[in-house]
Structures are given as C-alpha cells and as structure tokens.
C-alpha cells in the first residue's frame, strides 16, 4: 500500500475520523508503523507499555490470566480497532495481553503523540468510552473480591457496575453520606480520614482493594470515613441494591466480602509515603543511620556514572525507622505506582518503561519544570539545559584535571573556555519537536545500562540498599 | 531495564554482616597453614623453608587483596572505573528482556524442553543485543511445572559489592599479622623482622579501632542529628547565607556587622542586640535591622549544629590517619623484603 492510500484508509478508522486535519497531520507525521508476523506477542499482561497501538490490517486476540490462573478470552481484534488505552491513559500497567493471530500491520502512537491526539475532545471521547468499558470488564474479572463468585452473580453485577474516574484530591464519599454502593478500586490510591479532634487517617486503599464492605455486613447506613483520592483514581461503584442481591444469594460472596472488610492497608505504614497526599511507590532507597558511616561513596559513585556529573541522589530524606533502626529514604525516584510526574508532563518526556520505571525521554524534555513541581517527594531537579552555557561544575573531569593543585585549575579554565564558546554560539537548544529547551530534568535512572546500581553497589558497609517501601512499615494483614 | 542486587542483609549493625560474612573462609584459610605446621610440625622436619615460603607468600597476597579494596573504593569515587565503562543503552536491554519474553512464552508452550538449547538461545539474544557483559542468564527447573524450566535475567557483578571487599579486607587485616608472625618464626632479631611485625601490629590495631569508630559513631550521630541531619544544616546554611547576602547587598557597614556577628561560635542575647544597633547605624530600618540580626543568629545556631556534628563526623575518618600511613610503609617493607630475598 503506497503511502497516501495508507493514511486515506487511516482517516476512515471512526477512531480518527473525527480528528481535526491538524490532529490528522501530526498522526500522519509522528506515528510508526510496525509490522508483526503471526504468534508475535503485542502486549504482555502485566507489563507497563504506554504506547497506544491501532491495528490497520490482519487479525490479533485478547486475553487475560484471571487469579485463579485460567486464561479468559476477550475476543479478537481486527481492522481499525485498538488497544493500549488502557496503559497509555493511566500509566498502570497492561490488565490483558495481545497476541497477533495472522501477520498484522499496526500503527504506534508513542505517548506525545497520543497525549496531543487525546487533546482533541472527540478522539478523547472515543478513549475514555473504550476505557470505561474496558476497565471495567478487566477488573471484574481481575477484582479479588469477586474471584470465586458464580457466572450468573459476576453477571449480574456487570450488568449494574459503573466504572468512575476520580481525579487526584476529589472526595468520593463523604463522612455521615448514605453508603449507596461497594466501591472497587481499580487503579489510583484512596485515603480514608475520620473527622475529630483535627483529622485522623484511618487507611489508606490501593489498587485490587475495596471500601464500604463494612455498611453490608453490619447493616451501617451511612459512611463513617469520608474518602479522598490520592491520586487519579479508577472505581468500580457496585449500587447497594445489586450487592445486597448477590449477597443474599451468595454465602461465597458474604465469604470474600468478610474477608476484605479485615483488609485494609495497615493505618501507619503509608503515612510516610503519604504525607504529601500521595502514593508510595514501589522502590526506595533506604539508608540504614546505623551503618552509615557518612564516607559519600555512594553520592561520588552516583556522579561518576553520569556523564553530566550531576549526583541523583541525595542523603537528605525522610526518617523512618525499621524495628529500632532509623532508616533514610533517601531523595532518590520511588518509581511510584502512580507516576505524578509522568502525568504531568506534556511533552512526552517522562514515560514507563516496560518493566515498569518511570525514565525520561531526554530528547523530548524542554526543561518546564512541571514534573519537578508534581512529584510529591521532591525527586526531580531541574539543571541547567546541556551546551546552555550555564552548566558550571557539571563538565566531565580528565584525568589530569584530577591531579591535587594543578587539576582542579585546567578544569576550571576548560570549563570556562567551553562556556564562551556556547555563549558565543546563538544557535537555539530545541528538544525533538523543535521546541527550545531552558533546563533539563534530571532524577535517578537506576543506573540505567549498567549491572548495578551504583551507590548500593559501591557502599562500603551495605547500609544503602533498595527495598519496597511497605516492608518497612507493612505488618501482615 | 534495570538490575537490583540480591542478598541485601537486614537492617541492623556491621558487626552482624562481619560475623555472618563468609569471608571468614579466607581468615581460616589462611591460619590453617600455620595451625597445620603446629600439629605436623614433627613430620615436617626438613621443610621448614616451604613453611617460611608458604606464610611469607600467602602475608604479602593478604596484604596486596586487603590494599587493593582500598583502590577499588577510590576508582569508584571517579568515573574511570572499568564497570562504568560497561554501560549499555536502555534501550538494547528492554529490547533482550523483549525477547527473552517470547523465548520464555515459547517455554511455558512446550517449544523448548531442552535445557542446553535454551541456554544457547538466551545466551544468543543476550550477545545479539550487546548485553551478555551486563546481565547472566540463568536457566532453571520450574517449580510450577515438572520439567519446565524458567529464564532469569542476574546482574553480572562484576567486581562484587564494595561491602564484601570490606568484608575480606577485615578478615585479612587480621590474618596476615599472624601470618608475619609465623613467617618470621617468633624471632624479631633482625630490624626488618621487628619493622613487619610492628608495622602489622599497628595497621591491625589501627583498623580495629577504626572499625569500633565506625561500629559506635553513626548511632551517636544518627541520634545527635535526630533535630537536624548534617545534609540539612549545609543546606539550610548556605540557604541563610544567601538571604543574608541579599539582605546586607553593598552596604559595607551592615556587612562588617553581620560578618563579626556570623563568625562567633554562639548568638548571644547582648551580641544580637549589638548587631541589631549597629544595622539600624548602617542605615537599616528598625524592622529590617531586627529581620537581619534575626537571620544572622540563626545562621550562627545552624553552623554551631554543623560545627558539633563534623566534629563527630570526622572521628569516622580521622582514623585512617593512623592507619593509612603505616599500611604504606607496611607493603612498602614488604616489597623491599621480597626482592632481597630473591636478590641475596
Ligand atoms: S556509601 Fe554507604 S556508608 Fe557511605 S555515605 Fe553512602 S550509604 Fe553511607
Ligand atoms: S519522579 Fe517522583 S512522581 Fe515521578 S516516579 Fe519518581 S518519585 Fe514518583
Ligand atoms: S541508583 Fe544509580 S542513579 Fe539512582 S541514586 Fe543510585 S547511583 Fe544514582
């Protein structure tokens, strides 16, 4: 198919029909096209791939692993139609997997593209319509609290759930409000706070959990916490009239919905991670106090495998105390299931990659600064942009420049030569759609490339290690 | 992709790590040349020169893997370590971690059930995607499924963790003194046999001391910094610094006040109050003059606080003053002993 003919049957996908011819030039321009042979997996359940992918020619099917580990079809996909919403809208990652059945041609939309496409409010229509769905059928199938439940009760509550996306800092219900449902929380974070003397936080709710079991199971009426969104939040909202028929009906139901009243995140461990109203991420850096023997090894080692020479780690952090032990978090990124960062970023710069950290497409950041400003713990810094001329103390040492006396003055001289010349130079800095760039975000990478990180790696006594930030707090539930 | 390190101990003190560490191996290893001479002694009449070989050759092997952590811990402060240089993009290890995705789905459909052909596939997608130096594959039963096997992807590691140099370099430190003192059988009659035993006794008591320093300071700092962290001061130093550079701008006077007001060790009431007049002399308002004196005297409380936890600090290195020097001389006697011995 020559080139025009490509983008004429484009155009005629309902997906893209509606979009403006602006919009329309930009996909035509930006997306990549891919073609796949037969059994190629397309996208992995579990994995996080924020591309958003539409199928052009040939025929793929869906599917998922259930947690009782049986494998669930969710039909084929053919011409024109798309998946990776689902990832490329949230930033969690992928419910389901795609495999091609024939050899399929497909177009990718990498997050920029997909970000301005989504701009648009009929082609952001058509997405969230897909995702409702989509989530919703996904975590009815997925939600531990239903797992085990008879078809015809799974059907009934599909027949009746609603699928609601709560933006971050939203109340979802209110302390002493009527409970007129089951909440299911499909992706985000929920934070429940009673009110008193000042407020006090009773638990915290993450993805796969749910709330306002406790109203069905002692006859409650009305909420006895108020609940907020951490972050944005998806929710499954199962009205009280369809769980008080499955209940009634269902032992196996009454069964899971026990369980989960008793499984609420336990009310200190998060508050930490939460103080800045959001959402733990799933790797920290914490420096035992107790073994620290403060020789700086790990930040020396973090700049020397930076060829800006820009230390991503910092020393400073929150102190929390494993058993007796006092233990930094250090400043360094937590990969946060819910990247705040990513979400604000709109130049595409911050994105997931597949095994899920969060990295920046150094290429596309203009140095704006928002992702700096949403990341609740502070990590990213903002440097000066490379060649900008105001990159002082950043250049990379020869090994002459580290002799004792003379060194450090060849350096400086280098360095100075260098900035006259980028001053010099009136030739603008633009990232990779041609926009200028003023600063560079920079945050840990884990030393992306290499086989280790090196600040856990290089310190001398082991006390800076990676752990997952609940263990430090989490007592079994 | 990236690579966490496993076998993270517990948190809780060093000394736990040293006394679990299997670097005692090494430690054993090493004295049981001796211990075995002890008990052999009378069987091995006649081979007393391989004895003398033997600790002499394992003392100065000690003493060079126990120098070397320290090289090893400085070439990772620069960015000229051989590792560094092994970075590969990102990219290419998503891409193999992309295809080793497809082999291990090939596996779990009964595609592959050679355990060979698979490690040959794993190794080649590692190699075609320039990774092999930066990660190890591993190719293993899989517990779910009889006769199934499972890829996992390692990080290679190369040098080992910094901690487990420490680890051997302590066990050493404690073994090559014994084993000088063997090597030169008791008898301190010549200058160099006292010179090597001395300076081993020294480096030995000197590190200890140093690692007892490191055992006790970080719980006395930790807690000292309970209020405010070193890290934390500086910055909040520098930060006070620059506001009050701000404030004062190029007024000479007011600058030569707070000046002699910062460099005192303590803000007294009756020093605050002579700041505070002598910035309203400078030309200050009397708010403005009070916001300064204000500034200055917290500024002259944070560098106090900094001041105190250097001090504690610094007993974390200051040590090495009198551990470094002789640990030199040590393998500079060393090397001056071995080549007179081939010489003479
Ligand atoms: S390398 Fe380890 S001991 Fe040294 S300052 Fe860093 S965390 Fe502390
Ligand atoms: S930069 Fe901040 S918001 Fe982004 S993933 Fe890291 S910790 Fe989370
Ligand atoms: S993991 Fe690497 S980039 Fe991140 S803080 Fe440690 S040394 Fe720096």
């Known amino acids: 198919m020559n080139e025009d003919r490509f983008l004429t049957a484009l155009r005629r996908f309902p997906l893209f029909a509606t979009l403006s011819d602006h919009g329309f030039q930009q996909l035509a321009t930006h997306h990549q096209k891919e073609v796949v042979e037969a059994g190629a997996s397309l996208l992995s359940q579990g994995d996080y791939r924020d591309r958003f992918c539409v199928l052009v020619s040939g025929v793929a099917s869906s599917f998922m692993v259930e947690p009782s580990g049986q494998r669930a079809d969710l039909g084929t996909i053919g011409p024109g139609d798309y998946f990776g919403e689902l990832c490329a809208v949230s930033g969690q990652p992928s419910s389901s997997s795609v495999i091609a059945e024939s050899h399929c041609t497909m177009i990718v939309l990498e997050q920029p593209l997909f970000r301005m496409l989504y701009a648009e409010p009929d082609f952001a229509e058509l997405i969230d319509g897909s995702y409702r769905d989509r989530a919703l059928t996904l975590h009815l199938r997925a939600a531990p609290l239903l797992s085990g439940l008879e078809t015809s009760d799974l059907d009934l509550i599909r027949a009746n759930a609603e699928l609601e996306v709560f933006p971050k800092g939203t109340t979802i219900a209110h302390e002493g409000a009527p409970v007129g449902a089951l909440f299911l929380v499909r992706s985000g974070a929920v934070k429940s706070t009673r009110s008193g003397s000042g407020e006090q936080v009773t638990g915290y709710f993450m993805a796969n959990s749910s709330f306002g079991e406790r109203a069905f199971l002692d006859g409650s009426h009305t909420w006895t916490e108020t609940y907020v969104a951490m972050a944005k939040t998806d929710i499954v909202r199962i009205d009280r009239a369809t769980t008080d028929q499955v209940l009634a009906r269902s032992p196996k139901a009454m069964e899971l919905l026990h369980e989960a009243a008793g499984r609420i995140f336990e009310q200190d461990e998060l508050e930490v991670m939460g103080h800045n109203q959001s959402v733990k991420g799933g790797d920290a850096l914490a420096i035992d106090m107790h073994r620290c023997i403060r020789c700086n090894v790990c930040v020396e080692s973090c700049v020397a495998v930076h060829e800006d020479r820009v230390p991503r780690l910092s020393k400073r952090g929150h102190r929390v105390y494993a058993g007796d032990v006092p233990v930094t978090l250090a400043t360094s990124c937590y990969h946060c299931d819910i990247p705040e960062c990513m979400l604000a970023c709109g130049f595409g710069a911050i994105r997931r990659d597949s095994q899920g950290m969060v990295r920046f497409v150094e290429a596309n950041c203009i140095g704006c600064g928002s992702c700096s400003m949403a990341c609740p713990y502070g990590v990213i810094r903002m440097t000066p942009a490379p060649g900008s001329g105001e990159r002082r103390g950043v250049l990379k040492h020869k090994l002459w420049e580290t002799l004792p006396l003379v060194g450090p003055r060849m350096y400086e001289r280098r360095q100075q030569k260098l900035i006259e010349q980028e001053q010099k130079s009136d030739e603008p800095i633009v990232n990779a759609q041609g926009i200028p760039v003023t600063a560079k975000a920079i945050k840990c990478d884990r030393c992306e490339g290499l086989p280790f990180e090196a600040c856990v790696y290089n310190c001398p006594t082991e006390a800076i290690r990676r752990v997952d930030p609940g263990s430090l707090f989490r007592k079994p539930v | ?344």
């Open chain 2, 1 to 344: 992709m990236a690579l966490s390190i496993p076998d993270s101990p517990d948190f809780g003190p060093l000394h736990r790590s040293l006394l679990k560490s299997k670097a005692w191996v090494i430690f054993l290893a090493f004295l049981s040349v001796p211990a075995l001479w002890f008990v052999f002694r009378a069987q091995l009449v006649g081979c007393e020169r391989y004895f003398l070989l033997a600790t002499g050759v394992l003392a100065a092997a000690g003493y060079l893997l126990a120098a070397l952590y320290a090289l090893r811990k400085f070439i990772h402060r620069t960015p000229f370590a051989h590792e560094f240089a092994m970075r590969v993009p990102g990219t290419s290890l998503d891409q193999a971690e992309i295809e080793l995705g497809v082999l291990r789905r090939e596996i779990s459909e009964g595609k592959h059930s050679n355990r060979g052909a698979i490690v040959r596939a794993a190794n080649a997608i590692a190699k075609k995607n320039g990774v092999h130096k930066v990660i190890a594959l591993r190719v293993v039963a899989d517990d779910d499924e009889p006769g199934g096997f499972g890829v996992q992807t390692l990080p290679r590691n190369p040098l080992g963790k910094t901690a487990r140099w420490f680890e051997t370099h302590f066990f050493l430190g404690l073994a090559c003194p014994i084993l000088v003192l063997f090597h030169g059988q008791g008898s301190l009659d010549s200058t160099m046999a006292i010179a090597l035993n001395t300076l081993a006794v020294i480096v030995t008591v000197t590190g200890l001391f140093g690692l007892m320093l490191w055992l006790k300071t970080p719980t006395i700092l930790t807690r000292l910094e309970s209020d405010l962290s070193t890290e934390e001061a500086f910055v909040l130093s520098r930060s006070l610094q620059r506001q009050l550079n701000t404030r004062v701008g190029e007024n000479a006077a007011a600058r030569s006040a707070v000046e002699s007001f910062v460099a005192r060790k303590q803000a007294t009431r009756d020093r605050a109050e002579t700041t505070r007049q002598d910035l309203e002399q400078a030309g200050f308002a009397a708010a403005d003059a009070q916001d300064v004196t204000v500034l200055a005297a917290q500024l002259v409380s944070v560098k106090a606080t900094l001041s105190r936890l250097d001090r504690v600090r610094r007993r974390l290195t200051t040590w090495k003053y009198v551990h470094i020097p002789p640990a030199v001389l040590l393998m500079a006697l060393v090397a001056i002993h071995i080549v007179s011995v081939f010489w003479y």
